[in-house]
């Protein structure tokens, strides 16, 4: 499947976390090739804003491009959000788990903080893919699901453990999901995990050595179209052969029978430095 046959006209893609971030800048960038828009989250100025923003980015009609406020941390949102999007147009081309959440930190915070931040960032896109894959798979389009994870999700460096927990569960579950669809027969949807490096995103300020999150679509969209499943993003500041030398020091973690994490132990930060 190529992904110009999936990125034009007449198809739609479903962006959460869609009013700011990555998530707003995909959403340009699908709308810019002229497909239809739906774009995920929760209600307030910001998604309005966002979805102004988008529709001038559309070459066609602003009809092209919709709202659809939702809290995705809650079922009844999600059975909701598949029959509003499914009615307006009917069907699903592209489903782009995005959203997300960075509450709480440390292992003393409120369980109910770790709790929020596995619906949102976890089981929020479990969901969604539930709801969306049947009829993505039933019709005769090609069909994508890019869930986005995260570096951190793969390296776990201290200091954020809920986020790193549910980013390396959204990673494992990505990759099974993957699995099965390529073993579907006459398989029409692949999923891909992106994974962005250090984005400016929200209203923080812009950092020398981030990426603009439209520089991490542009890289995503390139990954798609090699059909990449692991679309591993650099920035101004970590080459790929960085992050490919972080990876593998942290997998031989394992292998060689260090402490976990040893990137950070006192014991091995000198000699990962070198390596990493």
Not at 36 to 45: F, K
Not at 85 to 109: P, Q, S, W, Y
Request: glycine share 8%; with cysteine; charged share 20%.
């Amino acid at each position: 499947m190529a992904f110009s046959e999936l990125i034009k006209p007449g198809r739609v893609a479903l962006v959460t976390g869609a009013a700011s971030g990555i998530g707003r800048a995909a959403c340009r960038y699908f709308a810019g090739a002229g497909m239809t828009v739906a774009m995920v989250d929760l209600e307030g100025s910001e998604l309005a804003s966002a979805a102004a923003e988008v529709a001038e980015s559309h070459p066609e009609s602003a009809a092209h491009v919709e709202t659809f406020p939702c809290d995705l941390s809650t079922e009844e949102d999600m059975a909701s959000l598949h029959s509003k999007v499914i009615d307006r147009f009917g069907k699903v081309n592209l489903l782009m788990n995005n959203a997300v959440t960075r509450i709480g930190r440390g292992h003393e915070v409120p369980l109910d903080e770790w709790r929020h931040a596995m619906e949102v960032n976890f089981w929020a896109v479990v969901s969604a893919v539930r709801a969306f894959l049947p009829g993505m798979q039933a019709g005769g389009e090609p069909g994508i699901i890019v869930n986005v994870g995260s570096k951190q999700g793969i390296t776990n460096p201290p200091g954020h453990p809920i986020y790193n927990i549910t980013k390396s569960a959204l990673k494992a579950y990505t990759e099974a999901l993957e699995h099965e669809l390529r073993s579907s027969p006459g398989r029409k949807v692949r999923a891909h995990l992106l994974i962005p490096g250090w984005t400016t995103t929200g209203a923080k300020a812009h950092q020398p050595g981030a990426w603009l999150p439209d520089q991490v679509v542009e890289f995503m969209a390139e990954g798609l179209q090699h059909g990449d499943f692991y679309i591993l993003c650099p920035d101004d500041e970590v080459s790929t052969a960085q992050d490919h030398r972080r990876i593998l020091w942290g997998a031989s973690d394992i292998t060689e029978n260090r402490p976990p994490l040893s990137r950070w132990h006192a014991a091995f930060a000198d000699e990962a430095k070198k390596h990493c």
